[in-house]
């Protein structure tokens, strides 16, 4: 969330007749000014559980697919008010687009997405003990609700400047995604808005992560900002 403070200061100035010097002192009023206060809740304390996986399950020599999970995220305001979110990988220095060249069905309408056309949109998931990169996932923004209402998500690279459609839904940092009427490209005021995250995951070989040896750990991290628009 973006909040400002402005900082006014304001000089007193006393004095009096005759030789007596002049004396001064320095008020400062601060404060500050707020949007209305929205709130980000994320189902199942956020976390995308692929569950307990073995290695002899996947392949030894290709990158495997993972499939979708979903989760639910609600923001709430007090008012109405134009609200945008933000996705944040945490662990980007871990992402290897290379390893996983496409991930399956993970746009918000089931199709592929490739490394080559979108590599900005993978998202690490850690490192296996023996250093390599386990693989990526992809966030896309799906099914979205304002006020019990189906709305649509648009997108903006600017800013919030100007926005357009996002049929894809593919989070990425630095993209703004908010609620509109469906057809339209103007941000809504919400209270209560709804969206899923949908969660979309590939590992790299087994053999690069020593998979057959060592325990592996999915290690992904993301932070959803809200930004007032």
Known sequence: MHFHTRLLGLLLATGSLGAAAQQSAEVTVSGSVTPVPCNVVLAGNGVADFGALVASDFSAT???????????????CTSGTQVAIEVTDNNSATAAPDNTPIIVGATA????????????????MGTAPNGAA????????????????????????????????????????????????PGQTAPLSVSTATIDLKVTAAMDDMTTMNADADNITLAGSATLTLVYL
Do not use: C
């Open 62 to 76: 290709d990158p495997n697919q993972l499939g979708s999970q979903f989760i639910g995220t609600t923001v709430t």
């Open 134 to 181: 386990i693989g990526n996932y992809i966030i896309a923004v799906t099914n979205a609700i304002s006020d019990s209402t189906p709305a649509e998500m648009i997108r903006s690279e600017d800013s919030g400047a100007t926005w357009a459609a996002a049929a894809h839904g593919v989070a990425r940092e630095n993209i703004y995604y908010t609620w509109a009427t």
């Open 109 to 124: 309408t089931g199709n592929n997405v490739a490394s080559s056309a979108s590599a900005s949109s993978f998202m690490g």
